[in-house]
């Protein structure tokens, strides 16, 4: 079974530009949730797509935004890039439709990662 | 903002040797889960402990929890240069907040071959 996978894997952008990140989950699984990586905060939890409609919501200004499709692929949005947005952008896949167990359900898997530079 | 603290921030330690990594958090949790990373990239799921369960192990990796004290701890035994990676704890508080893990600071190893 095909992992987690997200592109672009490196993106480099200019401060006031917007950005669209992807994210494939497993096959079969619901849910979608989004992290922000920065040496500075560490591992921040941006939102959560479940079944098409945001089940979750971080504390991140309404310039990040995301979405999920019928397919479960969801995107992230970033819009008017500030310096500050240069992190790894990580997403995981969790909520199997046939889970062998609560830990099965509960267990989030990891992309390896979207790094976007803003200069 | 972080759900707690983990300790040591960093570890290092001779091939062979044991590694035991600790993590606090402040509110009540349905799991927990530990995590491993290399170098920025992706994060390699570990272990998973229901709030139920007290100990839970997965190859040369044990993992406790203590839901009365918040904390919960990652031991590896006999360790491999191949360790080496920061390892996160992550805490899920269940309810409407199944798919949001919060994470600790993590701890930096480094085995030494």
């Known amino acids: 079974k095909a992992g987690v996978t997200q592109t672009p894997r490196y993106l480099i952008k200019t401060r006031g530009q917007q950005v669209t990140l992807s994210c494939s989950p497993i096959?079969?699984?619901?849910?979608v949730s989004w992290y922000q990586q920065t040496p500075g905060q560490g591992l921040q939890f941006l939102f959560e797509y479940f079944s098409e409609t945001q089940r979750n919501k971080g504390n991140f200004p309404g310039r990040f935004s995301g979405r999920q499709f019928s397919n479960s692929r969801s995107e992230m949005n970033v819009s008017t890039l500030e310096l500050g947005d240069s992190a790894l952008y990580l997403c995981a896949s969790s909520f199997p439709m046939r889970a062998l167990n609560l830990a099965d359900q509960e267990t989030q898997y990891f992309g390896p990662g979207t790094r976007l530079l803003v200069l | 903002s972080q759900q707690g603290e983990e300790d040591p921030q960093a570890l290092s330690i001779q091939e062979g040797e044991n590694a035991t990594m600790n993590c606090s958090y402040k509110?009540?949790?349905?799991?927990l889960q530990w995590y491993r990373q290399n170098s920025g990239r992706g994060l390699v799921h570990l272990i998973l402990i229901r709030s139920n369960e007290r100990e839970k192990h997965s190859g040369r990796l044990r993992v406790t929890l203590d839901t009365s004290k918040k904390s919960s701890s990652l031991l590896i035994t006999a360790s491999r240069a191949a360790d080496t990676a920061s390892y996160f704890c992550?805490?899920?508080?269940?309810?409407?907040?199944?798919?949001?893990?919060?994470f600790g600071q993590g701890t930096i190893l480094t085995v030494h071959p």
């Open positions: 992550a805490t899920n508080a269940g309810g409407t907040s199944y798919g949001k893990l919060t």
């Open positions: 096959s079969g699984h619901r849910s």
């Open positions: 509110t009540s949790i349905n799991n």
